[in-house]
């Protein structure tokens, strides 16, 4: 693996498990085993580095939503797919975590990517709740764009609270209410 990709790896975890102010470019390099030029070499700065690491995280997460959007044969099982899919629950989401810092939401190209990326996914949602409308599965009162929200905000506010409660069944709980709900939902 080259330097660059080893200092975005790097950059990936330490600010998953400490945040982007508590990740210093001293402990990525070090995390990374590269040398101290070596961000400035690759990268304009942290900011820059950052960006990277987002940008990576959202292929990533795109390749995963995708994929549990695609798994099911039906709008429902498509969502539970994506609520339940492989995680680190006690970890917090790659996304949401950062939205929490006032260095992250108050930097534009940070922040850009982590509402492109929420947005993508809302979008997802709405799509396979649109087509599960118009399949006649869903009742056709239900509004797909506030339902999609739904989804999404229960699966970031589970994240939040199995975290508060270091119990990854608060989040089960949660995950399972939402999709209770959607069941209702059947036309």
């Not at 085993?33 to 961000?39: L, T």
């Not at 492109?116 to 996914?121: L, P, Q």
């Not at 599965?137 to 999609?148: G, M, N």
Request: hydrophobic share 45%; net charge negative.
């Amino acid at each position: 693996m080259s330097t660059r990709e080893e200092l975005i790896g790097a950059a990936r975890d330490l600010m998953w498990e400490r945040g982007y102010a508590a990740s210093t470019p001293r402990e990525i390099l070090e995390a990374a085993g590269a040398g101290k030029g070596s961000m400035y070499h690759h990268f304009r700065g942290k900011e820059a580095l950052a960006q990277a690491a987002i940008e990576r995280n959202a292929e990533e997460m795109r390749t995963q939503v995708t994929s549990a959007l695609e798994s099911g044969d039906s709008a429902v099982s498509k969502v539970r797919a994506y609520l339940n899919r492989e995680r680190e629950v006690l970890k917090g989401c790659r996304f949401g975590r950062l939205v929490q810092e006032p260095g992250v939401i108050d930097t534009p190209a940070l922040r850009g990517e982590i509402e492109d990326m929420f947005a993508w996914v809302r979008a997802r949602l709405v799509t396979v709740i649109s087509d599960g409308i118009r399949s006649g599965e869903l009742r056709s009162d239900l509004d797909a764009t506030r339902t999609a929200a739904t989804v999404a905000a229960t699966l970031q506010g589970a994240y939040v609270l199995a975290r508060a409660a270091q119990d990854a069944s608060v989040f089960d709980d949660a995950i399972e209410g939402v999709a209770a709900l959607l069941e209702t939902a059947r036309a």
